[in-house]
């Protein structure tokens, strides 16, 4: 997660978190992703965000041109996904739009409630107070009624020329006609040549001295700019899959808009390893439909592809858009493949460097060729009660849980390390057939010196290497052949050993206290009348699972041993 995060990009979008079972459990907005994403694995939180980050176990994002835009994506993901910690959308109540009523003389207005057969609503705007403001600068510039009910006689608007006054005079419709088409050219995203009239006032004013009525059309711009943002994630008339990809050595990276109801609902991800990418794309795109049984929409939108093979192959017309609003829709979902892309090689770079970069490294220091399968071992015990041992084997690039193995300590009496490492190496090595390439053991000289008289005693030639803990029970020192060397906390080969060695420790303390619990609960079983070695070890099996209570009530045992019992594991 932490390299994950780190890759994120500081651009505008939105962010699904997702749990352990790959649902989508909370979607975000951010001006800036990766500060927002940052801010949820770092400092306190309250209850429901702590809730929240401790079910996270991934995360995606789309990158979109604008905060505007995170904000409605963020919308209609939440009403298609409904994940468990947002708060659920039932309506659009919550966000505030502009309005134009179709009433005989309209009016503009600012409104949180949406009724469709009222009029034309522009929205919903994440800025509330710009919109706000906006709707009360607009009923400056265009005359609409302003008062609810007409009145019988001219008010003061009709006087400072901001209404047309229906009251005291007819009004030409078509003069409502044209003001609602200026309005709805401001704001669909056409406010530039407005907004280059109101910078030309405001610098006559500025230059007039008249600074406060400079303010006010410096205002107005910001918010005219806020609210007329031109709008890629929803506000069209037609169902659309929109394409895009982006190729980088050998790989291609391929994302899919779904345009439904007129909004960007849903965005699927592909990446491949290829050899001839155009055509490839192009029979992805034939295959993503034929094969995959995806519906087929209106319409297809496509960046640079062999048209006439998917239209032949699909007999459904594609566009591949050069200018305009698809265009810039197309831009966005390439945009968002190609940032796929490079987190993947990123990602790749640094588990190559994490890995066969640091064993590289690992294998030039010890003068060891062809280093691959390292076999690790870490004892544990309390002032000797319960020894035990563990061993972990790293393989193919990647710790092999599989072959992991624990060791119950048998010939050796009271805290020993160096005993308790001789036991056990004899005990692994007597039997395997294949040699690892390298040996770790968790400790310096005097356990190395164990495991290599272990080794020549079952005549195996196998290198051994200490590592050696510093007084905060950190990897700071390797010692091997005799040699101590300090390791540089800030190599990759450092992390990789400080990751097998807090693995092996890791596994060796779960097996301990697990042995260590049944060892001090088997001593106090031996103290309840009536139990005897096989309900003993009925009890036994069944210590540290999810259901022990009710496991424990299915045995053949009193009400009084059972309270007992239940008393043991309370202390």
């Known amino acids: 997660m932490k390299e994950k995060l780190a890759l994120v990009p500081h651009q505008p979008g939105c962010y699904l978190m997702k749990d352990e079972h790959d649902q989508i459990i909370y979607v975000g907005k951010a001006k800036d992703l990766y500060k927002r994403l940052r801010t949820y694995f770092v400092g306190s939180h309250d209850t429901k965000t702590t809730k929240l980050v401790a079910n996270i176990v991934d995360f995606e994002y789309i990158i979109t041109t604008s905060e505007t835009e995170a904000f409605i994506l963020e ?16 309506d659009d109540k919550s966000y505030p739009y502009i309005h134009i009523t179709n009433e005989k003389h309209p009016r503009l207005i600012y409104t949180r409630d949406i009724n469709k057969k009222k009029g034309k609503y522009y929205g919903p705007y994440p800025n509330s107070s710009a919109a706000s403001f906006v709707v009360d600068r607009l009923n400056k510039l265009f005359p609409f009624r302003k008062c609810k009910k007409i009145p019988k006689k001219e008010c003061l608007y009709y006087h400072l020329g901001t209404c047309l006054a229906p009251c005291i005079k007819e009004v030409d419709p078509n003069v409502y006609v044209k003001m609602q088409k200026d309005l709805d050219s401001l704001l669909t995203g056409n406010a530039k040549d407005e907004i280059t009239k109101m910078k030309v006032l405001m610098k006559e004013a500025a230059q007039n001295l008249e600074f406060e009525k400079a303010i006010e059309y410096r205002n107005l711009i910001n918010d005219l700019e806020v609210v007329s943002e031109k709008q890629k994630m929803e506000g069209f008339n037609f169902e659309a899959d929109i394409f895009g990809y982006y190729v980088f050595e050998h790989k291609i990276s391929i994302q899919i808009f779904h345009l439904r109801e007129g909004k960007i609902l849903e965005r699927k991800a592909n990446l491949f390893d290829i050899e001839n990418e155009p055509d490839f794309f192009s029979e992805f795109v034939v295959r993503f439909y034929l094969e995959h049984n995806n519906p087929l929409p209106q319409t297809i939108l496509l960046p640079k592809a062999n048209q006439s093979l998917i239209e032949e192959a699909l007999k459904r017309s594609v566009i591949i858009p050069k200018k305009g609003k698809n265009k810039e829709l197309v ?88 005993a308790t490492m001789y036991e056990v190496i004899s005990r692994r090595y007597r039997h395997i057939t294949n040699n690892p390439d390298l040996i770790i053991v968790d400790g310096g000289k005097g356990q190395v010196d164990s495991a290599k008289k272990a080794l020549n005693e079952l005549k195996r030639t196998i290198p051994v290497m200490g590592l050696i803990k510093d007084e905060n029970h950190r990897t700071c020192t390797i010692y091997y052949q005799n040699e101590t060397l300090k390791l540089n906390a800030s190599s990759v080969e450092y992390h990789f050993l400080a990751k097998l060695q807090n693995e092996v420790h890791r596994y060796a303390i779960s097996f301990f206290r697990k042995t260590h619990t049944k060892n001090l609960i088997s001593t106090q079983l031996d103290k309840i009348k009536g139990i005897g070695e096989v309900k003993k070890k009925q009890i036994l099996q069944i210590i540290g699972d999810e259901d022990f209570l009710e496991k424990l009530n299915n045995l053949p045992l009193t009400k009084e041993q059972k309270q007992q019992i239940q008393t043991i594991f309370s202390k």
Do not use: W
């Open 75 to 90: 919308i209609n993901l939440i009403k298609k996904h409904q994940p468990k910690y947002n708060i659920l959308l039932t």
């Open 331 to 418: 831009d966005l979902v390439c945009l968002n493949a190609k940032n796929k892309l490079d987190v993947l090689s990123k990602l790749e770079e640094k588990k190559y460097e994490q890995n066969e970069g640091a064993l590289e490294k690992i294998s030039n220091l010890l003068k060891i060729d062809n280093l691959k399968t390292i076999e690790v071992f870490d004892n544990s015990n309390i002032s000797g009660a319960s020894p035990v041992s563990a061993m972990i084997v790293y393989q193919d690039k990647a710790l092999q849980k599989k072959l992991y193995r624990k060791y119950l300590i048998k010939t050796v009496v009271g805290a020993n390390d160096i």
